[in-house]
């Protein structure tokens, strides 16, 4: 994927994801987005022990991810 597609997600995930994610003690990074439009995060700290995770991860931010930029298809953790 090009890089100002990457600097893009990555600010959504700094300005709107990240902050939420942190509120439940949790944190985000973003691992990479490959050709086909799937983007790999890395959960951690309360998030990665969470059952809920996988809700996180697509209910919400894929969700956000895929409203943002028609060329993200999906999210999965790294």
């Known amino acids: ?3 100002d597609l990457i600097h893009r997600v990555q600010e959504v995930i700094d300005a709107e ?3 939420m994610i942190e509120r439940d003690g949790g944190s985000i ?5 490959d050709e086909q439009g799937v ?5 951690s700290g309360a ?3 969470c059952s809920a995770s996988s ?3 697509h209910g919400g931010i894929e969700r ?4 943002r ?6 999210a999965a953790l790294a």
């Open 1 to 3: 994927m090009n890089a």
């Open 17 to 19: 994801i990240k902050p």
């Open 29 to 33: 990074e973003l691992v990479s987005i």
């Open 39 to 43: 983007v790999r995060v890395r959960l």
């Open 47 to 49: 998030c990665s022990k």
């Open 55 to 57: 809700i996180t991860l």
């Open 64 to 67: 956000i991810l895929r409203k």
């Open 69 to 74: 930029f028609p060329e993200i298809h999906s």
